[in-house]
């Protein structure tokens, strides 16, 4: 058996000549979660037995409609719109129309009956109504200092539409190896540690995109959703609703499903600390084992409107509210000023608003006829330099008080603040605990060596080590 292949993490990742018994396809060893991976069809197995430990695959893969089969009676129900721009495919009941694509705006939609099976294992009904949705949109829009006009409008509001998005909820056992070097000290006496930790537990019904339209990052900022209220599917949830069709598979994102559960490992790996060490040295390896996925439709209010060749999208947690979003500013130049010079602005802006007022009072003395001062000689000169600086005494108050604390304060304060319907950071691993699995931590503590520094004098000190 011959493994290699690149490096991923702190260890190695090769193929070997074992196949997979669910599809003959290649085993490639995977460090990161210490064991074999068909990334054909996603089974993991273990790297000694060979024995399937868990799997990134579906146990339902949604099959094809053969031309010219018939539907089965419970997707009969249902009709397919295809966007002919970007390609999206949205279900929904026969009740339910559709005028534009949510996800390019594009109103050019194809009708057509379903070519592949739907069937999600669960869904989380929307508790969010359009209204809400609307009203979380207009709160939006505030926390931008100039919004083109067209996103105010009626039209764009309207375009909010309630969607079901696929998602995978990953489960798996995590392992976390945790290694150190501590220091303590006591008396005189600095000690050092090697320290092991082995952390055990598990997560539950993590969360993933299964469209390539609302990508992993969007799907985070507005989780977690509550899955405790997810229900069996059943077609009247669809119901004035749409809901869109996976194209990413588990299988094909498992890297980011590694990194995302890495994180997590990292993540409560830094909670084992006690105090009683000083830590330096910290590494976290993390394994997963009994992975497991669940097909879901999450509910979002979504929303993508093109302005000047981008696209801008609006998302709502159909279930908590939660809002994350992008929209173009066009600053005006004050604002510019404000945001590139910080606190120095109101002397930049009585700069030049001094330049100005000289410029026009030097104008001003040469449309006197009895003026005498040569254009741009040395007396020119220092008389625009001299009116420039009593300008700048003159203005740099006014500016100051009238302006600062009304206006420029205010915005260097906004500017500093993040807005809060910015991508947010994936949820805390605490969302995700599966708190009806067991969690363990060993510890290995080991001593290492000491020393002790006795002070011979003012300038000398003498270490001794034991």
């Known amino acids: 058996m011959a493994i290699g292949g690149t490096a991923f993490g702190d260890g190695l990742s090769g193929t070997i000549s074992k196949k997979c018994d669910g599809c003959a396809g290649n085993l490639t060893f995977d460090a990161s979660i210490g064991a074999l991976v068909c990334h054909q069809c996603g089974r993991v197995y273990d790297a000694k037995s060979f024995e399937q430990t868990g799997s990134f ?8 409609y053969e031309e010219g089969e018939d539907v089965s009676a419970e997707d009969a129900d249902k009709q397919e719109f295809v966007c002919d721009s970007c390609g999206a495919q949205i279900v929904t009941d026969k009740s339910t129309t559709a005028t534009f694509c949510s996800f390019c705006g594009s109103p050019t939609l194809i009708s057509r009956r379903l070519t592949r099976q739907f069937k999600p294992d669960m869904i989380l009904p929307f508790k969010v109504t359009k209204e809400k949705a609307m009203s979380l949109y207009d709160e939006f829009l ?3 200092d100039k919004v083109p006009n067209d996103f105010k409008s009626a039209k764009v ?10 998602a995978w909820l990953v489960s798996a056992d995590l392992k976390t190896d945790i290694t150190a070097s501590g220091m303590r000290h006591e008396d005189g006496i600095q000690a050092c540690y090697d320290l092991t930790r082995v952390l055990k537990f598990g997560l539950a019904d993590v969360p993933f995109s299964g469209s390539k339209k609302l990508g992993q990052r969007m799907l985070e900022a507005v989780e977690p959703f509550e899955m405790k209220d997810a229900v069996d599917f059943k077609t009247p949830f669809l119901q004035g609703f749409y809901a869109y069709k996976y194209d990413n598979l588990p299988e094909d994102m498992i890297d980011k499903i590694e990194d995302r559960f890495s994180d997590y490992g ?26 497991n996925v669940k097909y879901c439709l999450v509910p979002v ?6 302005y000047e060749g981008l696209y801008y999208h609006f998302v709502v947690n159909g279930q908590t509210g939660e809002v994350c979003g992008r929209l173009p500013v066009k600053e005006r130049l004050a604002t510019k000023i404000i945001n590139k010079f910080g606190k120095f602005t109101p002397a930049v802006l009585s700069a030049l608003s001094s330049i100005a007022l000289a410029v026009l009072f030097m104008a001003y003395i040469y449309a006197r006829a009895d003026a005498k001062i040569e254009l741009f000689s040395v007396g020119f000169w220092f008389m625009m330099i001299y009116c420039i600086a009593i300008m700048f005494v003159i203005t740099l108050p006014t500016v100051y008080i009238f302006f600062y604390k009304r206006y420029i ?11 809060p319907y ?15 699995s067991k969690i363990d931590l060993q510890k290995n503590d080991r001593f290492a060596t000491a020393m002790a520094v006795t002070k011979v ?3 000398q000190s003498q270490v001794h080590f034991f």
């Open 301 to 306: 209010w979504f929303m993508c409107y093109e």
């Open 409 to 419: 304060n205010k915005q260097l304060k906004k500017s500093s603040e993040k807005s």
């Open 422 to 436: 910015e991508l947010d950071k994936k949820p805390d691993v605490e969302q995700y605990f599966a708190y009806d």
């Open 142 to 144: 505030e926390t931008a």
């Open 457 to 459: 004098n003012e300038n």
């Open 157 to 166: 509001r309207e375009r909010i539409k309630g969607i079901y998005m696929p």
């Open 57 to 64: 695959a579906l146990k339902f893969r949604e099959k094809e």
């Open 266 to 291: 990292k993540d409560c790996g830094k909670r084992v600390w006690d105090g009683k060490y000083e830590i330096s040295g910290d590494t976290y390896l993390t394994s997963m084992t009994g992975v």
